[in-house]
């Protein structure tokens, strides 16, 4: 089993930046993909990026160029960097991994993007 914690959601203005930290409970240097996603009000649930244990990175149309995926397997923890945050960027935002054939998911950490 693996259990995730996500923190770091708060309120921001518009072109603010946070930093999301989502920590494992177990190590993840044996893990391949771990990934964010976000579910906006009324939405369904969306990938914003994916990070594999070689460092390989994957990211949502949406977010290139303003969020950065990364993980620090010493520390069993995956970050997503959030820069130039939008309003549309409002969501509670998810980890995931893949463990031995099943899905885990973090509890969410709400994002607000308003002035």
């Known amino acids: 089993q693996v259990q995730l914690v996500e923190s770091g959601g708060g309120l921001v203005q518009p072109g603010g930046s946070l930093r999301l930290s989502c920590a494992a409970s177990?190590?993840?240097?044996?893990?391949?993909?771990m990934g964010w996603y976000r579910q906006a009000p009324g939405k369904q649930r969306e990938l914003v990026a994916t990070i594999t244990s070689a460092g390989s990175t994957n990211y949502a149309d949406s977010v290139k160029g303003r969020f950065t995926i990364s993980r620090d397997n010493a520390k069993n923890t995956v970050y997503l960097q959030m820069n130039s945050l939008k309003p549309e960027d409002t969501a509670v935002y998810y980890c995931?991994?893949?463990?031995?054939?099943?899905?885990?998911w973090g509890q969410g950490t709400q994002v607000t993007v308003s002035s």
């Open positions: 995931k991994t893949h463990y031995r054939l099943r899905d885990y």
């Open positions: 177990r190590s993840i240097s044996s893990i391949n993909a």
